[in-house]
Structure formats: structure tokens, C-alpha cells
């Protein structure tokens, strides 16, 4: 008996791994070939195409279609209706079933209702793709992208917060959790106090307050 949840009216064709806790709601298809980790939870209507690699803890919401070439890392949230493609130059009449693009959303990552991601490009840790944003080339650690095309709008914190200027000494503080961060390099932001693969402590994975507290602050 499989150990994860599958709504009777879903389908998780013979070959498809799905790990434990997992849930696959209303209509969903998972293809054969597709390995999907623990813990995940996919709205209705969610497709996963053979050879798609997923992660444990992550959550797909309604309508999503993950495709074939795309590797999802652990605890990504993937918004309503989101959009991931694997052929930068699709044509009906040309085969490229072959030439599928890889595309990887790295750990952490959130993917806001409606947004495209388009083939080819990697989504960086814990970045945040505002909803509607349309992403057409890499995404470093944390960043914030907005707007069409996507372009750098800040720097999100791990709890999803945006974070606030540096001070003087380039730490911004992340108004939710505290947590310190910094550029180390032009470019790249690191947290100071917790590893990008470390998970969170369990006293900070239960969000208390809503997101229009913290906007004064940034």
C-alpha cells in the first residue's frame, strides 16, 4: 500500500516514485518516470511529466504544469497557475522532444500566482518571483523579481520578507525571524546566522504575522 495520499480522482501512472506524506489532489496526473520526494503537497489539477525530479516539502498549487527537464529542490512553493516551459522556440510542426531545457528552482524558492519561468534558467535559493513576473534569465540567492520582463526589485529574507537597506555596517536585519544578512560579494547575499541548507529552527516555522506589518519597516 502506497504511503502517501492520492485523491481518487488523480492519477500516479506505474513507475512514478512518490514519497511518504506526500498528498496528490483532484486531478492530478504524475507520469511515470516522475520522482517526487516526501512530504509535498499537490493542489488540483497539477500535471508532473516523466523525468521531472522533485524534492521533498514542496508545495504546487492549483493548475500547475511541471514538465519534463525541470528539477524542483526542496520546500519550493509554486503558485496558483504558474508557468514552467522546456523549449525555448517551440514550433508544431518541429519535433525537439530531445532538446528539452533544463530548469532548476533551487531550495526555498517561491514562484508567484501566474508568473513564467522560462526554460533554461536557474531560480536561486530562497529567491522570490513576484506574482505575474515573467523570469527570462538566471535568479541569484534571495533575490525579489518583479515585472515583465522579471528584473531585480531588492532582496527577500527566507521568511519571505523583504529585507530592509543595509545599515553601516551591510547588514539587513530580516523583520520577522531577526535573522542578519549580508552581501558577501556584489550580488550575492548570504544569512549570517543560518546555513542556505540548514533547516529552520522549529520555533520559526509558524508564521504570526501578516505581510502588511512588515512594510513600513522596508
Not at 33 to 59: E, L, M, S, T, W
Request: glycine share 12%; net charge neutral.
Amino acid at each position: 500500500m502506497a504511503d502517501y495520499f492520492k485523491h481518487e480522482s488523480a492519477y500516479v501512472d506505474d513507475g512514478a516514485a512518490v514519497g511518504a506524506g506526500t498528498k496528490v489532489w483532484h486531478f492530478c496526473h504524475v507520469c511515470a518516470g516522475a520522482r517526487v520526494g516526501g512530504r509535498c503537497i499537490f493542489g488540483q489539477n497539477v500535471f508532473i511529466a516523466d523525468g521531472v525530479v522533485i524534492g521533498n516539502n514542496v508545495k504546487i498549487q492549483n493548475n500547475v504544469s511541471v514538465y519534463t527537464g525541470t528539477v524542483v529542490e526542496d520546500d519550493v512553493f509554486l503558485g496558483p497557475s504558474c508557468v514552467l516551459t522546456n523549449v525555448t522556440n517551440p514550433r508544431s510542426q518541429v519535433n525537439r522532444h530531445s532538446l528539452y531545457e533544463k530548469t532548476v528552482l533551487r531550495r526555498g524558492a517561491t514562484v508567484g500566482a501566474n508568473a513564467t519561468i522560462v526554460c533554461g534558467v536557474e531560480v536561486g535559493r530562497y529567491a522570490f518571483i513576484a506574482a505575474g513576473a515573467v523570469v527570462t534569465k538566471n535568479v541569484p540567492d534571495y533575490a525579489l523579481m518583479q515585472g515583465v520582463p522579471g528584473r531585480q526589485a531588492g532582496w527577500m529574507s527566507r521568511h519571505g520578507v523583504k529585507l530592509p537597506k543595509a545599515g553601516a555596517d551591510g547588514i539587513m536585519v530580516c523583520p520577522e525571524s531577526g535573522f542578519r544578512y549580508r552581501e558577501t560579494a556584489p550580488g550575492v547575499l548570504r544569512c549570517l546566522d543560518l546555513d542556505e541548507e540548514s533547516p529552520l529552527p522549529v520555533g520559526l516555522t509558524q508564521g504570526t504575522r501578516f505581510y502588511d506589518e512588515f512594510k513600513a519597516t522596508v
